[in-house]
Structure formats: C-alpha cells, structure tokens
C-alpha cells in the first residue's frame, strides 16, 4: 500500500468471563500520524494493540482507510514477549536448556528463524542495522533478552507492513541499541509506515505525533504529543510501610569469588578471564552491553550453566561441584530474570508462582506450611496482588508478573539477590517502587545485590560497585559515588530524540 492510511476506532470494547478490559474505546489516528500509548501496568494497553492487530475477540469497529476508502493494510504486531520453540515446533524450552549445549542444537538459529520471512541480502542489511551480524547461525535460546527483541522486530519488518504495532520494543535494549531504534522508527515512519508504540514516557522518537493514555481499561487522554507533560495516571505510588519480615543477611567471609572463570561455545568465548569477588553485604551493578555476557554471568552464579562446575567459582565458602547439591546454593540466592518469567507454565497461579521460592523450582509442586502460605500472602498484599491470587500468571500484566516473581526471590530471606533488569516491565510508578523495597531491604538487612540493568536511573542507591563487561571482558570498578548513576535515561518529557 503507498502511503498512510487512517486507523478508525468506535466503540471497541474487549470484555472476558463477563469483566471490561477494553472499554468503549474511541478514536481516530489520522493519515500520516503516529501514537505512542502510556498508561499505568494493567491499563489495558497490550490488549489495545492486540485488537489493532485482530489478535483478539472485539465489539466495536475498527476502520483502516485511505482517502476515505475502507483498505486491509499488512498490520505487523511485534509483542513484549516471544515464545521459543523448538524447531519441532514445540513450545516450551525448559529455563537451562537455555544454557546447555546438546538440548539447544533443537533451537532455531536466528538465520533460519529470519529466512522464513525474507530474503537474504535484506536480512543481512537488518541484522546489520541492529548489530546482530555476528550472531546469525546462533540459536535463538542463546541470544540475550535484548537480541530476541531486535530479532522479533526484525521478523516482522521483513513483512513490509503498512501499520507496526511495538508492544514495549525498547525493553532490554542497550543504550547504543535504544539509539539505533529511534532512528530506524523515524526512518520507517518517513517511508509511509504508521508506527503505534506501546511504551512509556522516556523512550518517544521523534516521529510520535500523538499520544493515549490508558487507565482501567479506558482512553483517558488522546491528545498531541506536545502536552505529553499532562500525563494524569503514572503518579509514583508510595511504598507500603508494612514490609514483610525479613531475616539479616549475615555471612562470614566472601559470598562470591571467581578465578580466572572462562566461557566458551566451540570457538567462541563469551566470558573472558573473569576474577571477582563479592563481599558480605555489597551491592554491584553489572552493565554491559546486549549479548556482552550480563545474564551467562548470573547464570554461572545462580548454578543454571553446565560449565559452572568446571570453573573456579567459590558461593559462601565452598568450590562448585565440590559436593553442594544446587537446591543449597539455590536457597541462598533470590533470582530474577526476563527469561525466568517466561519459562512459568501460563496457567501456574500467582499463589503457586510466589510459593515456588521457597523450593526454587519453576512452579509449586510440595505442600506448603502454615507459616510459609502466611509469608506467601503477605508478600502478595506488599504487591497489592493479594487479590489476584488464584488467577493464572498468563493473566496478568506483563509489569504484575515481574512483581511475582521478585516476590518469589525475596520469599526465603536469601543471603543474596541476583536481579537481571528486574525492572523490565513495570511502569514508572512500579519501577520506582522496587527501587525504594531493594534500599530499603539492603539498609534493614544488609542483604548483598547482584544488579542489572540498562538504565542508570533504575540503579538503587545503595549500589556501589560496578563491573562492565564488553564482549565478556571484563573491567570492574570499585567504590563508585552514587552520582556517577545519576543520570536521567535519555531525556525529560519534553525533549525527543529525533
């Protein structure tokens, strides 16, 4: 299709097991216009882009036209999350197969993931674009969080659509990364694609020329972007003062050393030469940019990686693989990661899934005690999840399932958290809350912390150690003054990266 066209929509309303959760929906994003859509987690956004794509059951019209003529335009849904399959098509990898070198040759690699949607020379030019070149023939269960999303949007561009719906796209991207895709957006919004962006206020290309703001299921604000500054629903929520008891976080000697830790996959070595010490109570923040090596590290840590036991790697004293089983070291640390949240089974309630913490299994299969349902529960109330409880995690939003799963890491009073992008997901007023529970938690208990993340501001303040990785080389500074992370994302609400 030449050109832009109109998007059109009356009334739409979405509405399961009797409940709204798209609710009588009016507007029209007029030819050569571009939306970015805000809103608090759970709002309804995510659902808005699935009924734009007609990915979901609707009443209500949705109009696409061209000159006032009804068109079908090639609409092109890039979703928070992807599903891994195996090249059998089966879905649902378990977590380490992620890291285990006979079970992933069952993954799609990302060339032949690509290949099924366009030509050769055009793939080369987009992995190009989006720094992935080097990563062609690997398998998609080995790329990064953030590598999975360039290849998700990838995929779809290679559709030419006429319409690009991107549900949280700048997630898990590094800065240099986050950088890049303002500008292919702008680029792609000056070739007559209508661009639609599910995302919030720091990340707004240029190219937006109106946004929505989404509360309860309802458009409570469709206006210009020049009056984005007039956003009404993301005010900061307080942190609740009725924290759930947590045990001191006390332990003599190291709680982490390596020794000359090496990674390698045939010829390849994605980390390099790693000695590091963590002490009792110390927080780092590991950076780096996407695929440098941030989650292979955790996993190492946390014991999900094969090769941990082959290497020189010291967890509260003792040597992996010197006779520990992993559910002891496990017991000690709390864990949170993007790809942890999307190995859950669906249908695992939130109860089932915060429970799971204290057996550091991927769903709750033991009989729980009377005190351990009590600290479940009051976890869940800290979250004002307390009444979702028994819903399945696949119905909740993406930012409230993250919020489960940090609720699982903290459940067993662990010695340590080892948190990757635990922020992904949630809105601001979330984001801001866990930044306040992890001070607060480290100031009351001195537990120790293992952080990453892509953006400074999400940085807790009581973090003051730094490790950077590039290409799973390492360089470690210690003692770094909290302003050196006080640097605000990208821009305020009124400056756009053009």
């Known amino acids: 299709m030449e050109g832009y066209c109109s998007i059109i929509l009356n009334h739409v309303t979405v509405k399961q097991s009797g409940k709204s959760l798209l609710n009588n929906i009016c507007f029209t994003l007029e030819a050569g216009e571009h939306l970015a859509v805000f809103g608090a987690s759970g709002s309804g956004k995510s659902l808005l882009a699935k009924a734009l794509k007609g990915a979901i059951f609707h009443t209500g019209t949705i109009e696409y036209k061209k000159k006032g003529v009804a068109v079908n335009p090639i609409v092109a849904y890039v979703p928070a999350a992807y599903p891994l399959k195996a090249r059998s098509g089966v879905s649902g990898f378990y977590y380490r197969q992620r890291f285990n070198t006979c079970t992933a040759g069952d993954a799609a690699t990302l060339n032949t993931e690509l290949s099924q949607k366009g030509d050769a020379a055009t793939i080369t030019r987009w992995l190009e674009t989006f720094q992935l070149l080097h990563r062609r023939n690997t398998p998609l269960i080995r790329l990064s969080h953030g590598e999975l999303k360039k290849m998700q949007l990838i995929r779809h561009l290679l ?12 997630t898990g991207l590094d ?5 890049v895709l303002h500008t292919v957006l702008n680029q792609l919004a000056a070739t007559g694609i209508t661009i639609i962006l599910i995302t919030d206020s720091h990340e707004l290309p240029a190219s937006i020329t109106h946004f929505a703001e989404m509360s309860n299921g309802t458009v409570i604000n469709y206006t210009p972007v020049e009056q984005l500054g007039f956003m009404k629903s993301m005010q900061p ?5 009725s924290l759930p008891s947590l045990k001191k976080a006390y332990h003599i000697g190291p709680l982490l050393s390596m020794k000359d830790v090496t990674i390698r996959y045939g010829n390849n070595t994605l980390l390099n030469n790693i000695n590091w010490q963590v002490n009792n109570g110390e927080c780092w923040l590991i950076k780096g940019h996407n695929g440098a090596g941030k989650s292979l590290l955790l996993s190492l840590i946390n ?14 004293g003792k040597r992996r693989g010197s006779g520990e089983s992993i559910w002891d070291i496990k017991s000690r640390i709390g864990f949170v990661s993007p790809e942890l949240q999307h190995f859950f089974d669906p249908a695992t309630t939130i109860f089932q899934a915060a429970g799971s913490g204290f057996f550091d299994t991927i769903g709750l299969f033991r009989k729980l005690s009377d005190a351990q349902v009590q600290k479940i529960n009051e976890w869940l109330s800290f979250f004002s999840l307390q009444d979702k409880a028994q819903l399945p995690l696949a119905a909740l939003s993406g930012g409230e399932q993250r919020l489960v799963l940090i609720a699982r890491a903290l459940i067993k009073d662990p010695l340590m958290l ?7 997901g949630l809105d601001d007023s979330q984001s801001k809350m866990v930044i306040q529970l992890l001070d607060r938690i480290h100031k009351e208990t001195g537990m120790t912390l293992l952080f990453i993340s892509h953006y400074e501001d999400e940085v807790p303040s009581c973090v003051k150690n730094i490790m950077e990785l590039d290409k799973g080389v390492p360089t470690i500074y210690k003692s770094v003054a909290p302003a050196a992370f006080a640097k605000p994302r990208h821009h305020t609400l009124t400056h756009r990266v053009s």
Do not use: M, W
């Open 159 to 170: 559709t030419n659509p006429d319409i690009l719906i991107l549900d949280r796209v700048f």
């Open 175 to 179: 800065a240099k990364s986050r950088k």
């Open 237 to 241: 929520r307080k942190l609740n003062a």
């Open 303 to 316: 014991g999900d990686h094969p090769q941990a036991y082959s290497q020189h790697i010291y967890l509260f």
């Open 418 to 424: 080892a948190l990757d992008e635990p922020c992904q």
